[in-house]
């Protein structure tokens, strides 16, 4: 296989078979959502043809994974399927097929239980590489993929999730700032404001950018800082913020958080959604999920569930109206006790959420250590029921993350924030402008 074919992604490959299946013949070549579950495991195989490919000589019904080699990671996924799918696989009548990038020798010394990799794969799989499927044919494209058919691709995967797996939602603050509330810089600036009315503080909001620096550019350093000013003390400083937040404006779910609700009742009405956890203080969810009929209840710690769908506040819970409310976590010190506490409620349920189920972050940067942390736990900690590298799902605006680059620079930039993140088991789903997020969330279970 040639060195410009070796750098081909899974992305690559699926444009790859699009292309050439297109000059010969109209295929339908999908995500596969085949609901093929054994023993607690579920098997989802990257793309289904249901009417197979004349040109390709493949048959109907034929389920396809796309790995870039012949290394661990495949010999794994084999012995999964050989183990817990063969079976199932040809009794509902499927054509399995596995497509390589590149395909070493089989002299290999992987092994799949007391059988050499060889033997397995002679027995019971179809196994060929790209240039092998498709012959020496002239008429592959020689441009990379673009961004936009990387981005329907990954949307499509991410479709298949909400329609066949257990979900999850992770919330942040982009969430809350569609409803047009302030993010955590902006409302840092409130309460240095707050704080030079009601203390006599000189500094100002002006002086934020230099404060922010002296913090070692850190908002939650800054948000300790801005503590002090209200003499550290807890409730006073809660209520401060709750003003800052809210200041005197009615604030109602925008068409994000209404989307994202949209989601979380189909998931709940199918009897798959594992889990909402959010790191916002306000109600928005819980006032949008009532709107849809459905009844919920805030989750602020270790509390006895309920009967009503629990929103997970991880950061804390400060609605504007209702007298209920709990610790926000807005500096470095509340950080730290979360940190320092490895069984705390919030790290276990987000724990859980990313072991069970497929997460969909939505709103927020995905640059939260905690979170990362997380990710990176739970990413360590997967069974070999899991042979997929990427399970999650982070929605990112393409502006946020690439602010001061333009052009290729800032599209390769994007591509190494993504690598980043596959190595965390998320996959980035990228959009232009705000307005389309909901659009793009609405579309997941249609």
Same mark, same amino acid.
């Given at each position: 296989?040639n !060195?410009r074919?070796?750098? $081909? ?12 299946c297109s000059?010969r013949?109209?295929? #339908? ?7 093929? =579950? ?10 289904y043809?249901?009417h197979?490919?004349r040109?390709?000589?493949? =048959?109907?019904?034929t #389920?396809?994974?796309l ?6 990671y ?10 817990n ?7 509902k009548?499927?054509n ?10 089989f ?5 799949l ?6 033997g397995?794969?002679?027995?019971d $799989? ?34 298949t999730?909400?329609?066949?797996e ?5 919330l942040?603050?982009g &969430?809350?700032i ?18 030079k !009315?009601? !203390?006599g503080?000189?500094l @100002?909001?002006?002086?934020y ?5 002296d913090?070692?550019s850190?908002?939650?350093?800054l948000?300790?800082l &801005?503590?002090? *000013? ?10 401060? /913020?709750?003003?800052?937040?809210y200041?005197?404006? =009615? *604030? ?5 958080a209404?989307? /994202?609700?949209?989601l979380?009742?189909?998931k709940? =009405? ?5 889990? #909402?956890?959010?790191?916002n203080? @306000?109600d928005?969810?819980?006032r ?9 209840i ?8 309920s ?6 506040h &991880?950061?804390?819970y400060l609605?504007?109206?209702?007298d ?5 976590v ?8 979360i940190?320092?506490?490895a069984? %705390?409620w919030?790290n276990?349920e987000?724990? %859980? ?6 997460? $969909?972050?939505i709103g927020?940067?995905m640059t939260d250590?905690?979170? +990362?942390?997380l990710?990176d736990?739970?990413?360590?900690e +997967?069974?070999d ?5 990427i399970? %999650?799902f982070? *929605?990112?605006? !393409?502006?946020?993350?690439?602010k001061?680059?333009?052009?290729e620079?800032?599209?390769?930039? +994007? +591509? ?9 088991? &998320? ?8 307005k389309e997020?909901? /659009? ?7």
């Amino acid at each position: 296989m040639n !060195k410009r074919a070796e750098m $081909f992604t899974e992305y690559r490959m699926y444009h790859i078979l699009s292309h050439y299946c297109s000059k010969r013949e109209y295929v #339908i070549m999908e995500p596969a959502d085949l609901g093929l =579950k054994s023993h607690g495991k579920t098997f989802r195989p990257d793309f289904y043809l249901p009417h197979g490919c004349r040109a390709l000589s493949l =048959k109907p019904r034929t #389920i396809i994974d796309l790995h870039s080699g012949l290394d661990f990671y495949l010999a794994q996924t084999l012995r999964i399927i050989h183990d817990n799918f063969y079976s199932i696989i040809h009794e509902k009548g499927y054509n399995y097929l596995c497509i390589l990038m590149r395909l070493e020798s089989f002299s290999s010394s992987f092994q799949l239980g007391n059988q050499s990799l060889q033997g397995r794969i002679s027995e019971d $799989f179809q196994i060929t590489t790209l240039r092998d499927l498709l012959g020496d044919s002239q008429e592959l494209p020689s441009q990379e993929i673009n961004e936009q058919d990387k981005a329907d691709l990954a949307v499509k995967k991410a479709a298949t999730a909400i329609k066949s797996e257990q979900c999850s939602f992770i919330l942040g603050a982009g &969430v809350s700032i569609d409803a047009k509330l302030p993010n955590w810089d902006d409302l840092l600036k409130r309460l240095i404001e707050k704080a030079k !009315k009601d !203390k006599g503080l000189t500094l @100002d909001k002006d002086d934020y950018d230099c404060l922010f620096k002296d913090c070692g550019s850190s908002s939650i350093i800054l948000g300790r800082l &801005v503590s002090t *000013f209200f003499n550290d003390d807890e409730n006073e400083f809660r209520k401060a /913020i709750q003003q800052a937040l809210y200041q005197s404006t =009615k *604030f109602e779910p925008g068409p994000l958080a209404m989307a /994202i609700c949209n989601l979380i009742k189909y998931k709940y =009405k199918n009897k798959s959604l594992t889990s #909402i956890i959010t790191y916002n203080y @306000d109600d928005l969810i819980e006032r949008g999920l009532k709107e849809k009929g459905l009844l919920n209840i805030p989750v602020f710690g270790n509390q006895n569930q309920s009967i009503y769908i629990p929103i997970y506040h &991880v950061h804390g819970y400060l609605p504007q109206d209702d007298d209920i409310w709990s610790t926000i976590v807005l500096s470095e010190k509340e950080y730290h006790d979360i940190y320092k506490t490895a069984y %705390h409620w919030s790290n276990v349920e987000q724990l %859980h959420a990313m072991q069970r189920s497929v997460c $969909f972050f939505i709103g927020l940067s995905m640059t939260d250590p905690n979170l +990362r942390r997380l990710l990176d736990i739970s990413y360590g900690e +997967r069974t070999d029921s899991e042979y997929h590298d990427i399970r %999650h799902f982070a *929605f990112l605006r !393409k502006g946020d993350v690439s602010k001061d680059l333009k052009g290729e620079k800032a599209t390769e930039f +994007r +591509r190494k924030m993504e690598d980043m993140l596959k190595g965390l088991g &998320v996959a980035v789903i990228w959009y232009d402008e705000h307005k389309e997020l909901p /659009i793009i969330l609405s579309s997941l279970c249609k």
